[in-house]
């Protein structure tokens, strides 16, 4: 007995110790289940802090926030982390957890694909991932989810069309796909029972007997193959009954082969309809608007990603431009540049830069988008057209633009652009200064656009330089010589804006007599003979003051001088247009003087660049990925 006692009692200490061992890495380690969820949370950002207490080392996540167990196995029931400023992409391991029945991440910013993983969760009642950034197809295998009673993806990008499986989950109570980016058909089954307010707000969804949705009509092009199949068979005299079958059949074929090709024609045309491909990711930043209510850059996004051709307004040298209304949110115009760019990085740079310019005659920029395949530019949009259309465009007869008119557009070009030279650190040159691209709102106030475009595009791209380097007739002979812009260039340009405001001409007129057919070049002749002024629309010198063109028109001769010494800043320009109106020669002007310098003081004239330090999104922005 001793002995044998001898014996065992070492290895009943050697047991207790491996007892022991064991019972310590069971209370450390966390359950599979957990270490799911914890993988879970490595892809995801969480600036709030939701889940910091899933804490690896607890045993279970039982106690984690948004997690709730089985009271009996501990196994994963719920997880809730609604509006939880969660960021990042679903991973597929949650689908581990076979007895999970709610999965709701409502109203975050969860992106990327939802996992195929997802049909092995047998058990899963509820999946709610509403107003998310989820895109990509819905996976198939949703569809075998039996249990499922409630699912809501709405508010997502969700693309491509709702799986054929889906006409099977009868079991479904509640569905809601609205606002996504779904197009085709509605399978039949299941999914007939929900009305139109499960579909709403998507790309190109139709479903025949869903009240409020469209008919698709794909069952329509079968008649006419009967018909003329028909009209064969009438024919019969002259035909043995075996040639009628054949040329029947041979019709029948060709009109599948015909309907085949139309089909195939049209769903090309559908896929060719989307204007902007933002390709496989980027950023979209929107600037914060003190006083105006912007969309968030993720409304943007969505917007962005439902332009069609129908939404363009022009087309210029930089690309083409649309009108978008994001719902209730001002209007804006989109610019879609050409060309591609070398460095994201100093695009992104640039009009961070560009968004802190804010000035009453200078057009908002309101954001951008940058992507590998595409860069936009956001900007206000403005409803009275560009001083191009008001001066040269259609109009009835004996309309004329009047001078207040006229005048109020110069000096708030001049005070724009004298914001770019002399108040912009570092300062911008605009270098595309042209009249269609002084806009215009309902009052004729002008406001200048494309600013500091010259040197994002032509800084990569020297090619183009002439395209949109300056528009022919409003650059300077220096600068096509040397492609080098200074302030100088700017004043040239301002200087055939003066001219063009004053004849009634374009900058380049066919029917001028000098040799280049251009404005400039024109009145620099006749400045020479002394007979400057005969460039002024009679109707102007009938009505105007002479005064008052006597020196719009000196300034604009210095101003197009070939020297650009002699050239005047665009300070001085103002300087100079402001004299007009405080010597209250023209009285139309007095009053416009006095609103405009009470709308200037209650602008912010200072450029906020100083309050940025380096890059610096400004406001919201969105990182997608596709
Ligand atoms: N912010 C805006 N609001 C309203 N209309 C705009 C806006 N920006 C551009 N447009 C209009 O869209 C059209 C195309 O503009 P875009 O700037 O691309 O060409 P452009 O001004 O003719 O030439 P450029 O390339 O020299 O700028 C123009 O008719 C212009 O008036
Ligand atoms: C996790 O829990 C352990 C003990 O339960 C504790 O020591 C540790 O500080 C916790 N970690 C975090 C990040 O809360
Ligand atoms: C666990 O038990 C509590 C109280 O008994 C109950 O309220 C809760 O719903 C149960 N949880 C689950 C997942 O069944
Ligand atoms: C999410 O962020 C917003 C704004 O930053 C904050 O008000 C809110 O409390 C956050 N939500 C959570 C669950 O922390
Ligand atoms: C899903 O279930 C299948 C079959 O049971 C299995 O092979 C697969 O690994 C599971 N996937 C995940 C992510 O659990
Ligand atoms: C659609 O169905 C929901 C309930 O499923 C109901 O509340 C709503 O009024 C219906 N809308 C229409 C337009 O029929
Ligand atoms: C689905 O969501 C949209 C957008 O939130 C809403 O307008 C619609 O009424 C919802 N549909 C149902 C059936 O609840
Ligand atoms: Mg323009």
Redesign the pocket.
Known sequence: MVLTLKHTAPRLLHLSLLLLALHYRLCEALNSEGLLLQSFKQRLTDPSGVLSNWNASDETPCNWKGVVCRNSTNAVAFIDLPYANLTGTIS??L??LKQLKRLSLLNNQFRGKIPE?FS?LTSLEVLNMRSNAISGNIPATLGSLKDLRLMDLSNNELEGPIPESFSAMIGLLYLNLSNNLLVGRVPEGALRRFNTSSFVGNTDLCGGDIQGLSSCDSSSPLAPALGPSRSASSSKSSFSAAQIVLLSVGLFLSFKFVIAVLIIVRWMRKDSNIEIDLGSGGKLVMFQGATMDLPSSKEMLRAVRLIRKKHIIGEGGYGVVYKLQVNDHPTLAIKKLKTCLESERSFENELSTLGTVKHRNLVRLRGFCSSPSVKLLIFDYLPGGNVDQLLHGEKEENVVVDWSIRYRIALGVARGLAYLHHACEPRIIHGDISSSNILLDTGYEPYLSDFGLAKLVTTTDTHVTLNVGGTFGYVAPEFAKSGRATEKVDSYSYGVILLELLSGRRAVDESLANEYANLAGWVRELHIAGKAKEIVDQNLRDTVPSVDLDLVLEVACHCVSLDPEERPHMSKVVEMLELLSVSGLSPGCASIRTSLEALERSASCKPLVSDVPGFRPVGSYFIFDT
């Open positions: 597929s391991q689908a581990g993983s092995n």
